[in-house]
């Protein structure tokens, strides 16, 4: 199985570091693509990390209250498993 490195987005023009404010999933936890990981809180809003993936939540990096920077690792998540569709 890869594994895939969950960053902090560009959430907003200008917008250059926000505030862990809530995890949504904790490791050992499946997601899918679009499900919300994070709450993250600019200057300018509170909003949603997403998922990009399907797959195991193996490490989530950080505390809330942090302040993450854009492009900074905050996740990573081993792609496949449970909801990964099997082969016809």
Known sequence: MSKQNVEL???????????LVRWLVKPGDSV????????VLTDKATVEIPSVVTGT???????EGDILKVGQKMMVIEI???ATAAPA
């Open 9 to 19: 987005p560009e959430i907003g023009e200008g917008v250059t570091e926000g505030e």
């Open 32 to 39: 899918a693509v679009d499900q919300p990981l994070a709450e």
């Open 80 to 82: 496949g498993g449970a």
């Open 57 to 63: 939540v193996l490490e989530v990096i950080g505390n």
